[in-house]
């Protein structure tokens, strides 16, 4: 947010007793107020949210940024940004009270059961959120679809198929006793070193077990932040500092621990595998740093639809360490620490080209480039 945007206030129209990850929908929405900067700013605009519903965040988030927006559902208005405050009280009555939108007013009205989407920058997806009524009976299904909408669309294969339920258990029991995602982060970065070690002395079995359960507990800690709005600055930089940090330690170490299966890579192709490895690492974050600054921020993995889909297998460490687990049940990790330099080698080339048609594509459109994720908001 700019230093000199205006932004406006957020207000939590009703209560409702319910709990939800913990908080009351006026704390909740308090953490979403303080996280985004809705500090009243914007002078009589005021972003009213309806307690007896729950709405994921980038609905917030979404009408904060659109004055005289208004989202329903069942005719009753959920969240409303007005503008002045005639349009703000009309709007507070028709909330307490479970009417419909007042008429005569200057307002762009959503209909949920209408299915608008709108593009979630943050999780790299097109979507139309959720936004259901908050009782004891929705609860369950409010807190999968809560959990659920915190995923990013663009991911890996395991993150994004085989991670969610374990995760959505373990989020869970997080929530309710009261542990922070840093203290999750905190369990995971011990898993992650004695998994290093693990490699190192070549108990590859162990150490992919306590790998598995780092890279879940990877993806809870991002849940639980999401889902009970508890990102932090210092969260951010522990997690992805550790998610940037630790792979080239795991894949050097594989290769250093091959000698305790009496398959150790000789000089040579121990040194080809790991500059494959490590200066494709490297150059692959180099080259979708660059993509980024030199399209808004933008992901390379969200251009195009084949971009996002070569995200599910590009080589990072989840895709990496599928190949890795498949070589040990051929008891032959040697091979697989070689096929992951042979993949990243790959991987590297496909990045490469999608940054130069990237480039060749903005200069013959003269201006940054568009997500297919993005497409028109209605």
């Known amino acids: 947010m700019s230093k000199t945007q205006r932004m406006p206030a957020i207000e939590t129209i009703g209560t409702n007793p319910t709990i939800l990850w913990g908080l009351s929908m006026e704390e909740r929405h308090r953490r979403i107020g303080a996280a985004n900067g809705y500090d009243g700013s914007a002078g009589d605009a005021v972003l009213l949210v309806n307690a007896a519903y729950v709405a994921d965040p980038a609905w917030v988030r979404h009408l904060a940024a659109n004055p005289g927006l208004v989202l329903t559902i069942d005719g009753t208005p959920a969240l409303a940004h007005a ?20 008429e005569g007013l200057d307002l762009t009205v ?43 669309g663009v991911t890996d294969v395991l993150t994004k ?10 989020t ?30 070549g108990h590859y079995w162990a150490g992919i077990a306590m790998g598995l359960v780092f890279m879940v507990l990877d993806t809870v800690d991002g849940k639980l932040a999401r889902c009970t709005i508890t990102s932090s600055w210092w969260g951010n930089i522990f997690d992805h500092g550790i998610d940037l940090v630790h792979p080239p330690f795991w894949w050097w170490f594989w ?3 091959l000698v305790y299966w009496g398959l150790a890579l000789d ?43 070569f995200r599910l297998i590009t080589a990072r460490r989840n895709p990496n360490m599928v190949i890795l687990f498949v070589s040990l049940l051929f008891a032959r990790p040697d091979l697989g620490i070689i096929a992951v330099a042979w993949w990243t080698v790959i991987s590297l080339a496909v990045h490469t080209v999608q940054l130069v048609q990237a480039e060749i594509a903005r200069a013959r459109k003269g201006d940054q480039l568009t997500s297919w994720l993005a497409g028109d908001e209605a």
């Open 83 to 102: 503008v002045d405050q005639p349009s703000a009280e009309a709007l507070r009555q028709a909330m307490r009270s479970g009417s419909a939108v007042p």
């Open 110 to 152: 959503y209909r949920y059961e209408d299915g608008p989407t709108i593009e979630n920058k943050q999780l790299r997806k097109r979507e139309t959120p959720f936004l259901a009524e908050l009782q004891p009976q929705t609860l369950k299904s409010i807190e999968r679809a809560s959990y659920f909408g915190a995923y990013k």
């Open 161 to 170: 198929y085989l991670w969610p339920e374990w995760a959505l258990f373990l």
């Open 172 to 201: 869970r029991i997080a929530a309710r006793i009261g542990m922070t995602p840093n203290m999750v982060t905190a369990i995971g970065a011990i898993l992650c070193v004695a998994a290093t070690v693990a490699f190192a002395f």
């Open 255 to 257: 290769a250093t621990g």
């Open 267 to 309: 000089s040579t192709t121990f040194w080809w595998v790991q500059g494959a490895i490590q200066g494709g690492y490297v150059l692959q974050r180099l080259i979708e740093g660059v993509f980024m600054r030199r399209n808004g921020m933008m992901h390379i993995h969200v251009w195009r639809p084949f971009d996002s889909w």
